[in-house]
């Protein structure tokens, strides 16, 4: 007989796990108390990398099944989710969201789920690089200056250049203007860029 498993996370110790654990039960699965873990840790760390949830995984067995409310509970994102999910299945662990009508995200079904929610998260992904690429064009084509400042003004940079010209060494000239060898290479490098 399977046994039955719940993860329960929370983000901060403000927060209570009942109503994921009540949710669970209402469900009708068969959950003994010693097999639920509640672990107080943000979403944005990755399933793995949580350590109530690596003690769950080193407890489960292949044909133990574990129930979760939401797929937020497992992971930071879509691809996050989806790599935890494969790995519990390839131990034969069976995964089931409530939030998703109770399907085992391991079996055809909710493999095809999973498919779906990982291509949208892809789709976001896509979009949300679109939109960042215009902005910059936009910022671009306003005349706006991308990236960090310089650490130096023109008028430093024409000073580095000289100095250079003169025969000090790039070590000499980072130490009078306070700043990195890597920033008075950058100088010269510029200066001889057609």
Do not use: W
């Amino acid at each position: 007989m399977s046994r039955v498993f719940a993860y329960c996370r929370v983000s901060t110790s403000e927060q209570t796990a009942d109503n994921q654990l009540n949710e669970i039960n209402a469900a009708g699965f068969d959950l003994q108390p010693r097999r639920a873990i509640v672990e107080t840790v943000s979403g944005s760390v990755a399933a793995m990398e949580r350590d109530g949830f690596r003690r769950l995984v080193d407890k489960l067995e292949s044909g133990d099944v574990l129930i979760v409310t939401k797929l937020d509970r497992l992971g930071r994102n879509a691809m996050d989710v989806r790599a935890t999910v494969e790995g519990l299945a390839a131990d034969g662990v069976r995964v089931h969201c409530l939030a998703l009508g109770g399907v085992d995200l391991t079996s055809s079904a909710g493999k095809m789920t999973m498919q779906v929610i990982a291509a949208v998260a892809e789709f976001e992904r896509d979009l949300l690089i679109e939109r960042t690429q215009a902005g910059l064009q936009r910022a671009k084509a306003d005349g706006q200056a991308l990236g960090r400042p310089a650490k130096l003004s023109q008028e430093d940079q024409r000073t580095v250049l000289e100095r250079l010209a003169q025969g000090s060494s790039v070590s000499e000239v980072a130490r009078v203007f306070g700043t990195s060898r890597q920033t008075i290479m950058r100088v010269r490098q510029a200066s001889v860029k057609p």
